[in-house]
């Protein structure tokens, strides 16, 4: 499973791990999960692809409720029962 790691406002970086990608509206979309067993529950994070100063990829957490409720509709859609998405 591949992995970003996500830097905070304070420094802290977190790892996370890829489930799916997705495109919506020209946008590319990462379903994320913080640990790599895919047997034990994890927080799971919508992120969007921002590109700055175009050359370094970052990516954002989806904050806008009309956004993220498409996104996660369609990522439901494409992992099915492989993940219990509450949102």
Do not use: P, R
Request: hydrophobic share 40%.
């Amino acid at each position: 499973m591949d992995s970003i790691i996500l830097s905070g406002a304070d420094g802290e970086e977190l790892e996370v791990y890829i489930l799916e990608e997705t495109q919506l509206s020209g946008n590319k979309y990462l379903l994320v999960c913080d640990s790599e067993d895919e047997n034990e529950d994890s927080n799971a994070f919508i992120l969007k692809e921002v590109t700055e100063d175009g050359s370094d990829v970052v990516y954002e957490m989806v904050e806008d409720d009309v956004e993220f409720d498409a996104v996660a509709k369609l990522f439901e859609e494409l992992v099915g029962d492989d993940a219990d998405i509450d949102y």
